[in-house]
C-alpha cells in the first residue's frame, strides 16, 4: 500500500474528528522504496530512480489506533470514510473484541485448539502403520 493512500487515510480521519478530544496512533509506517524505470529500457544500468514509499501489510494488522472521549459511532463513521480511500476490505474493531486468526475470529465456540486441529479425518488404513503387522509364512520350517 503507498504511503500517499495511509496520508490520505490519515487526513480523512482528522477531518472528520475535528474539534473533538481524541489522540491518533499510526501502527504502520511505508519504509520500502520503490524504485521504477521506463518501460523500453534495456537491461543493466541500475534499477530506476525512486518512484514513491510503500508498505506490506498483512491480513488482520492494526493500521490506525484511536483513543479518546468519542461515541463509537462517530469513531466507526471516521474508519468507514478511510477504508474508502484505501485499497481493499478494512473493519472496524474494538478493543473488546475477540481475536482473529488469519481471517477467523476466535470465539463462540472456535478456539486456537480446535484451528490447529486437522479439519479431515485421517486417511484410511494409517492406524495400520502404527502397530506393523507380523507377517507369517506357510512353511513350518521358515523363522518368524
Known amino acids: 500500500m503507498p504511503a500517499s493512500a495511509l496520508k490520505i487515510a490519515e487526513e ?47 491480513v488482520s494488522r492494526v493500521v490506525f489506533e484511536l483513543k479518546g472521549d468519542l461515541h463509537e459511532k462517530v469513531a466507526r463513521e471516521a474508519f468507514r470514510l ?10 472496524f474493531v474494538k478493543k473488546d473484541d475477540p481475536p482473529v486468526v488469519g481471517i477467523t475470529k476466535l470465539g463462540n465456540g472456535v478456539t486456537l485448539e480446535t484451528l490447529k486441529r486437522a479439519r479431515r479425518n485421517p486417511p484410511l488404513g ?15 520350517d521358515a523363522p518368524q
Not at 17 to 42: D, P
Open 12 to 58: 480523512t480521519i482528522k477531518r472528520r474528528l475535528r474539534g473533538m478530544n481524541y489522540k491518533l496512533y499510526k501502527r504502520v509506517s511505508a519504509n520500502i522504496g520503490v524504485y521504477t524505470k521506463g518501460n523500453e529500457q534495456r537491461m543493466g544500468k541500475g534499477k530506476g530512480k525512486f518512484d514513491y514509499w510503500t508498505v506490506r501489510l498483512p
Open 126 to 140: 494409517t492406524e495400520s502403520l502404527e502397530n506393523p503387522p507380523k507377517t507369517t509364512s506357510s512353511s513350518p
Open 82 to 91: 478511510a477504508g474508502h480511500k484505501l485499497p481493499g476490505l478494512w473493519e
